[in-house]
Structure formats: structure tokens, C-alpha cells
């Protein structure tokens, strides 16, 4: 189903042949993300991300856009905790063009001064941007309690001060530690012909020597009681993420945290939104979220709560998830959370963009493609009682951590009073 060829130099190929499908999505990883960054040089993935935009030794700024926009197709790029990927969709006779001109950003950037300049500018506004979205940011918070002063608790854009000092052989040196070939995956899904693109990367990447693995700063867990932070702004609504430490990428139990991610929160039916929005109307945004990394993860609640009620919706919250711990879910409940997880993937992987992410990701980080009856045989074997077993060994006191960001001055004491879940 899936086809998977290594090169000598260590570069890995996976493809999905969706022989219906007039298109096709192609991405490179790069096995590098925020996490891998020195203290000095915070947020220099996503730095040298927006910087292969920017154009190549072939491919201009406007002759990579007008190349593949030209032609229908749609190109982006993003950074995560542990990976930079950089990705087009496109009608499938134009793959061979679009590998070209990605493999042309990854191997031999421009990062000419001026660009250099431009894209620090942009990415200072987005830092700005970022900060003034009370949304977003208490993630940011959150993760500051998760792993402080470790480099998953600290942005992926990086901070205002190390980006603006950031210099051209800094990002030369990143680039050249980190975009080897045994550091890169290629991942394609769509109406394509697997042995000829390997065929193509193998010229592309034939002079691309082989370089040590890279390596991290692994995750450091020591809390032992609740943690709260409060950031005070004057916004209409309170915004609330509640985390707890959870599962790590590939970890037995990843189907029944999701199944669990389903219950509480993953859709209109779900638990929480059905108490808080649905009952009380606490909430226009609520919902619960899984983020897995390759030694650790975390299980979130995210809201947004009416100012004067933070402490009405928190109960409730906490309530729900210590319900879900010491009773069981009953029988309809169970099957439609394991129909919709089941469903919603099957629906994602329809589309070719979706599949190359799919195949591409779990290739890059865990060195495995599975395909969809693979989750379903995982999914099948679950029981209802593995969905409480799960909600205890990961709602506890000693792992939960509550961000907040609104007009909350003098409630730190009343709220940090209640969080208590054990």
C-alpha cells in the first residue's frame, strides 16, 4: 500500500499511490524544529523556514510562487517543536517542476542579506502579533509551566530580543548542521509513479553527504502539585488552557487518549462542550486537544469563558474530567467516540494533501507508515475501561497546569484554591 525506499545517503522516500486522483501533494521534512535551538539562537527554524521562501540559486522569490501558483498548485511551509516541512499541491504532471524547485530552497538557499533583514522585520510583527492574541498566546503560557526553562516551554517563533540579533552564519551553520539527507524525509501522496520519483531525488540529492544525528534536550517532568499562571490583560473574554503532562508519540495507549480527546472534547457532542456551551452558556470556544512529541505530550482543555464566570466554568471542567475518571463511559457514548475517530481520519485521508502529511509525519518521527486498517485493528481492540484507566493515570493534581489570560486581578488565590482533581 505504502512504498518506502532509502538512499545510501541516509534520505528516506514514501509515497501513496491514489491512482483516482488528478493531483498530487509532495512535502520535504526536515527532522529539526524549535526544540533543537540553543538558547542564542531561539526561533531560528522558523527563521530559516520563512528565509526558503525567499528564493534559491535557481528559483527567484517570484519564480518559485508564480511556478507553482502558475500552474494551479498551492505551496507552504511550517515549523513545529521537532520538525520543518515544506510542502506543495499541485496537478500531478507538474510533481517533477515542484520537486525541483523545493529540493532547489532546501539544498541551496539564497538567504540574501536583504531578505535576511525583510524576514526579521515579519517576524518580529509576528511575535508582536502573536502576543496580542490572547487565543494563542496562553498556549504559549501553558507550555512555560509544562517545561520551564526547557526548550519545549519556550515559542517556536523565538523572542523578540534573540531574533533581532540573530546573523547570517548563524542560520548558515544551522542550515548546514541540520538539512542533511539522513535528517530529510520526502513524503508524496496522490497520482504518482513511486520508483520515478525516487529515481529524480536521487539525482537531486546524489552529491548531499550523509551527517551525525542530531540531537535534543530531553523533556524534564518534576511537578508535584497544581501550577497556575495568570497573565492580566483587559480582554473581553477570559482565555483558559488547563494541561496535563500525557502520552508520547507512538506510546501504546495514543488511540485511547484520542478516544478520550473525543469524549471531552473534540466535537459538538462532546462532554464539555455540551456542559459548559450547550447547558450554561459559559463558552462560545471550548474544546480539548492531544500534542505528542517523541518523549513526551500533553492532554489540553482550551476555552474561552465570560469574565465573571472563570470560576463557574473551571468547576465544571475539573468536574467533568474527574467524572470521566471514576465512572464509566457508557456503551453509545464509547461507539460513537470510536466511529468518529475512526471517521475523521478516514475523511482526512482522502484528500492528497492530508495523506502526505499523515505518511510523512509518522515516517519522520517514528520511523513508521501506518495505514488506516492499521488504526482501525488498534481502535477495535479498545475497551471501555481503558478509557478510565487512561483519565486516572493522567488527570492527577501532580500533573495539571492552568494558564489564564484576562482582567483576573485578585482571583490568583480563588483560583488556584480549586484546582484539585485527585
Known amino acids: 500500500m505504502y512504498k518506502k525506499t532509502q538512499l545510501d545517503n541516509g534520505l528516506k522516500v514514501v509515497t501513496y499511490n ?21 538558547d542564542e ?46 510542502m506543495v499541491k499541485l496537478p500531478s504532471c507538474y510533481l517533477s517542476l515542484s520537486l525541483n524547485i523545493l529540493s532547489d530552497m532546501v539544498l541551496n ?51 523578540y530580543e534573540v531574533i533581532s540579533k540573530i546573523q547570517k552564519d548563524q542560520i548558515l551553520r544551522f542550515h548546514r548542521e541540520f538539512y542533511a539527507p539522513n535528517n530529510i524525509i520526502i513524503s508524496a501522496a496522490g497520482l504518482l509513479d513511486h520508483k520515478q520519483l525516487v529515481k529524480s531525488v536521487g539525482k537531486i540529492f546524489l552529491s548531499s553527504k550523509e551527517k551525525k544525528i542530531n540531537s535534543f534536550l530531553a523533556a524534564q517532568e518534576k511537578q508535584k502539585q497544581p501550577q497556575l499562571r495568570v497573565f492580566h490583560k483587559d480582554t473581553e473574554q477570559t482565555h483558559l488552557a488547563l494541561g496535563f503532562h500525557g502520552f508520547k508519540r507512538g506510546h501504546p495507549q495514543r488511540h485511547v487518549l484520542g478516544i478520550l480527546h473525543t ?21 462560545y470556544e471550548i474544546g480539548t486537544q492531544v500534542r505528542c512529541f517523541y518523549d513526551t505530550g500533553v492532554f489540553l482543555v482550551h476555552a474561552g469563558i465570560d469574565n ?17 475518571k471514576d465512572k464509566m463511559v457508557n456503551n453509545n457514548e464509547f461507539r460513537r467516540a470510536k466511529e468518529f475517530y475512526l471517521g475523521q ?33 488498534e481502535v477495535g481492540k ?41
Not at 51 to 74: A, N, Q
Open 18 to 38: 491514489m491512482p483516482r486522483m488528478q493531483s498530487v501533494a509532495l512535502g520535504i521534512w526536515i527532522k529539526v524544529g524549535s526544540r533543537y535551538e540553543a
Open 263 to 283: 469524549i471531552l472534547g473534540a466535537n459538538m457532542s462532546s462532554r464539555l462542550f455540551n456542559e459548559l456551551r450547550e447547558k450554561r452558556g459559559l463558552a
Open 308 to 324: 465573571n464566570r472563570v470560576i463557574v466554568a473551571l468547576n465544571i471542567i475539573l468536574k467533568e474530567l474527574k467524572k470521566i
Open 109 to 159: 538557499p539564497d538567504l540574501l542579506p536583504k531578505e535576511l533583514e525583510k524576514e526579521r522585520t515579519v517576524i518580529l510583527e509576528e511575535i508582536k502579533m502573536y502576543k496580542d492574541q490572547p487565543q494563542n498566546y496562553v498556549h504559549e503560557l501553558l507550555d512555560e509551566l509544562l517545561w520551564p526553562k526547557q526548550p519545549l516551554g519556550q515559542g517556536i517563533l523565538g523572542t
Open 345 to 377: 481520519l478516514m475523511l482526512a485521508l482522502e484528500d492528497t494533501m492530508d495523506h502526505m502529511l499523515w505518511i510523512g509525519e509518522t515516517t519522520a518521527t517514528l520511523d513508521k507508515t501506518y495505514s488506516f486498517e492499521d488504526i482501525v485493528k
Open 382 to 422: 479498545i475497551k471501555k475501561d481503558d478509557i478510565r484507566m487512561v483519565a486516572k493515570q493522567i488527570f492527577k493534581d501532580s500533573k495539571l497546569n492552568l494558564a489564564l489570560i484576562g482582567p483576573l486581578k485578585d482571583k490568583e488565590g480563588s483560583i488556584y484554591n480549586r484546582l484539585h482533581i485527585d
Open 41 to 86: 539562537s531561539r526561533g531560528i527554524a522558523h527563521y530559516l523556514e520563512h528565509l526558503l521562501f525567499k528564493g534559491s540559486k535557481k528559483y527567484s522569490c517570484h519564480k518559485i510562487k508564480e511556478s507553482i501558483e502558475g500552474v494551479g498548485g498551492s505551496l507552504n511551509g511550517f515549523t513545529t517543536e521537532e520538525l520543518s516541512c515544506y
